[in-house]
């Protein structure tokens, strides 16, 4: 079943490649929304037979190809891919269906859609570095082209920096692999067999490097990062939404999946560093984004920020901070695919992102009271705000961190205000005060009159924003789905974790004490042995 994740998208390619004749834009849109609905029930058919108290990878695959390469073709699901699967079928049919009517060269925009979707999956599904590789490097071409073709006025300088950085970051990635492997001794990229890899701290460290710089630029980190605000505002909203929402999962998914689970010793020696880079990314983050004018450009700045979160998080190795990754990425998914659509719909209305200019768009009776009202809704979510999956996610972090690295889990926390100053400039400048839309050198137009936004636009951002809340109210509908594959994944950082703790005032609860508790899971024991009384941390 993992297989028909990667070929029902490619199948559907392939149709709209051999259509005869003509393909118009709404048969190519509903073949591709089909395709994508069906591996969207197909993801939910895996769900319900998930074994939740399993960590390691399920419904697995083997497949034999190039044996003597190591490659094989092997799939695996566990608690870590799973929310991030399914995240990748909701957004890319949401980035389907918000596509435009009336497209130019509709077949090959539909089929670079659908690659993306299929490739993406597939790296979520590999448990073959190698494979892995593969599929990371299959999205790149589609993603250029998307830029390059369909962007706006500065698309070949944005798709073509993008194309630059991601290859660089392939080759980091790849080069860590193939060291990992051939210094290890073993003959298989088998995901299980790096995991058993034993190498020098050196040897581990100079791999973790490579990795880290590898996935830091996909992130994108500081100061790998100047790639992603061109593409954003070159791209268009559907492509927006897939990068925020899905695309920048790989890097981190990368990070966690592959620095945390397979270079321990390594990842133990660099933490700190790790922890203070997460915070020069999340403060330079949120600095940048309180500059921009442009609404866009602002919430691609935002995106750098919250996406330090995950590396501080995978950096403390607690229990706690390793499910927090999964919060945080599922959450920025769902956050900023919102607010891409939002902008989107903006722009469409308006003809403009710019701040300076848009002025008043609440007004109920002439402007966009559904989008004002849906904006605030995701700027709260962002910024932390509780009842929304921003705030659990956010806590989680800070809560899982804190007791490891307390200066830059503070810093950082700092940050997360600067969240929501940014946003606050957003939601003043474009929303609020008299309904004005004019360029800079010109008289305001004070009588304007927007034209609705209709259900068409409405129903993704209302679909979005009802996860936002649910996963906010319910946390443990997410929590329960990774949080055995993530105390697996802690299991060799529990000295790391026990001695960072040392130094920490007695009156505070230690973080080997607390893990997070599932009540539907009702873990059976605890971690490790636990000789304080112990802080749970009970989700709703």
């Known amino acids: 079943m993992l297989s028909a994740l990667i070929l029902i998208p490619l199948v559907a390619a392939l149709v709209l490649i051999l259509w005869p004749g003509k393909l118009e834009a709404q048969t190519a849109k509903l073949v591709s929304g089909l395709s994508l609905a069906l591996t ?29 390469l190591g490659l094989s073709y092997r799939l695996g699901l566990d608690g870590l891919s799973l929310p991030l699967l399914v995240v990748n079928s909701l957004l890319s049919l949401v980035a389907i269906y918000i596509s ?12 670079l859609l659908l690659v993306i979707n299929s490739a993406v999956a597939g790296a979520f599904l590999a448990a073959n570095l190698l494979l892995f590789f593969i599929f990371y490097e299959l999205e790149l071409i589609p993603l250029y082209l998307l830029i390059a073709i369909w962007g706006g006025s500065r698309r070949g300088y944005a798709a073509t920096k993008f194309l630059i950085y991601t290859a660089l970051s392939g080759v980091l990635i790849l080069g860590a692999f193939l060291g990992l492997v051939w210094l290890s001794g073993n003959t298989s990229f088998d995901y299980d067999s790096g995991l058993a890899a034993a190498l020098p701290l050196a040897q581990q460290s100079t791999l973790l490097v490579a990795l880290l710089v590898g996935f830091g630029i996909k992130v994108p980190l500081f100061p790998f990062h100047t790639w992603l605000p061109d593409a954003h505002v070159e791209a268009s909203t559907p492509v927006s939404v897939l990068l925020a929402g899905v695309l920048l999962k790989l890097g981190t998914y990368g990070v966690v999946r592959f620095g945390l689970g397979l270079l321990p010793d390594a990842w133990m020696a660099l933490a700190p560093w790790m922890a203070t880079w997460a915070v020069i990314s999340v403060l330079y983050g949120s600095l940048a984004a309180i500059a921009q004018t442009d609404m866009k450009k602002m919430v691609a700045y935002s995106s750098i920020g919250h996406m330090g979160y995950v590396l501080l998080a995978a950096a403390a190795s607690t229990p706690v ?8 990425m599922i959450s920025h998914g769902l956050i900023s695919a919102l607010l891409f659509l939002l902008v989107g719909v903006v722009y469409k209305t308006t003809g403009t992102r710019d701040l300076t200019v848009l002025r008043g768009l609440l007004n109920p009776e002439r402007g966009l009271p559904f989008v004002g009202s849906m904006m605030i809704l995701g700027v709260m979510a962002s910024a932390g705000i509780p009842g929304m999956v921003g705030f659990i996610s956010e806590f989680l972090v800070f809560r899982g961190s804190f007791l490891i690295f307390p200066v830059q889990t503070l810093l950082c926390m700092v940050g997360s205000g600067l969240t929501a100053v940014y946003f606050l400039l957003l939601v003043n400048r474009a929303f609020f005060g008299r309904l004005a839309i004019a360029p800079p050198t010109a008289a305001p137009q004070l009588d304007i009159e927007l034209p609705s936004v209709t259900w068409r ?15 906010g109210l319910q946390p443990n509908w997410l929590a329960r789905w990774s949080e055995h594959t993530t105390l697996a994944l802690h299991q060799p950082y529990q000295g790391f974790v026990q001695a960072r703790t040392r130094f920490v005032p007695t ?25 304080a ?8």
């Open 40 to 68: 969207l029930v197909l993801v939910a058919l895996l769900a319900t037979r998930f074994d939740l108290a399993t960590p390691g990878f399920q419904f697995e695959e083997l497949l034999p190809w190039v044996e003597p």
């Open 507 to 531: 009156a505070l609860p230690a973080v080997a004490d607390t893990r997070l508790v599932s009540p539907s899971l009702a873990l059976p024991t605890p971690v490790f042995p636990v000789a």
């Open 321 to 328: 901070s390793i499910v927090a990754t999964v919060f945080q």
């Open 100 to 111: 435009a009517p009336t497209l130019h060269r509709t077949r090959l925009y539909y089929v």
């Open 533 to 540: 009384p112990s802080a749970e941390i009970s989700l709703p």
């Open 457 to 471: 636009d409405r129903a993704p951002a209302l679909g979005l924003a009802v996860l936002i809340i649910a996963f």
